[in-house]
């Protein structure tokens, strides 16, 4: 099989680690460049909360700029947001990720990686959660959330009939629905920003950990 995950909430968990740091990183910088945000943990709230029904970051940011009367701060905000984490950040991946990784690439799966984002975070991400690149076939890093093209090229590269390429995310506009409409098998991950989207029914499975993935493949 062609496995192609996605990175943040299916393979680490950027949702218990990397969004609180950037959220209190995010309004540390709308203090500093004086927008009337309150009090830090009453902000902090108000932003978590909305964060949590945004289907990205950069949602997130753009409504709290909006609501701000500051969207002329987005491009700033959002360079935080891929600026390095501090040295000794450890991000924890989901239960048992690096095992079932390990377990699939035995079973001689090919494994790899499209991720949406800037790719020299993107690959600290991985670095600070303790993946070995080594274990995917391929990383692939694209810098907007269009992965179609991608997963077209990963498909020529790797030329598996299309019923055993399986695409995994936890977010399903931008990691499930271009490879559902090349033909691709599907897997959701209910993880993070996962738990967002409702169920749809041509999605071929549903899952909160990459262990159920062993019973599947
Ligand atoms: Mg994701």
């Not at 997130?60 to 000794?88: D, F, G, I």
């Not at 009939?161 to 599907?186: N, Q, S």
């Not at 959701?188 to 041509?202: L, P």
Request: hydrophobic share 40%; aromatic share 8%; with cysteine.
């Amino acid at each position: 099989m062609l496995i192609v995950f996605d990175l943040d909430d299916t393979i680490i968990d950027t949702s218990g680690s990397v969004t609180p740091y950037k959220l209190r990183e995010f309004i540390g910088f709308l203090i500093r460049r004086n927008v009337a945000v309150g009090s830090f943990d009453r902000s902090l709230r108000e932003i978590q909360a909305l964060d949590l029904c945004c289907i990205s970051s950069k949602e997130t940011v753009r409504l709290t700029l909006e609501r701000l009367q500051a969207p002329h701060l987005y491009e700033e905000a959002m360079a935080l947001y891929s600026e390095p984490l501090p040295k000794n950040f450890i991000i924890p991946t989901t239960p048992d990720a690096k095992n079932v990784l390990h377990i699939l690439s035995q079973r001689g799966h090919t494994l790899t990686l499209l991720t949406s984002g800037k790719k020299l975070f993107q690959l600290e991400k991985l670095e600070k959660a303790g993946l070995e690149p080594s274990i995917f076939s391929k990383i692939t890093v694209s810098e907007d959330s269009q992965k179609k093209s991608h997963y077209e090229a990963l498909l020529n590269e790797f030329s598996q009939p299309l019923a055993e390429c399986y695409a995994v995310g936890d977010r399903i506009l931008m990691d499930l629905v271009p490879a559902h409409d090349l033909g691709w098998r599907t897997v959701h991950m209910r993880w993070g920003r996962g738990k967002i989207w409702k169920k749809e029914d041509w999605v071929d499975h549903s899952i909160c950990k990459l262990s159920e993935l062993l019973e599947i493949l």
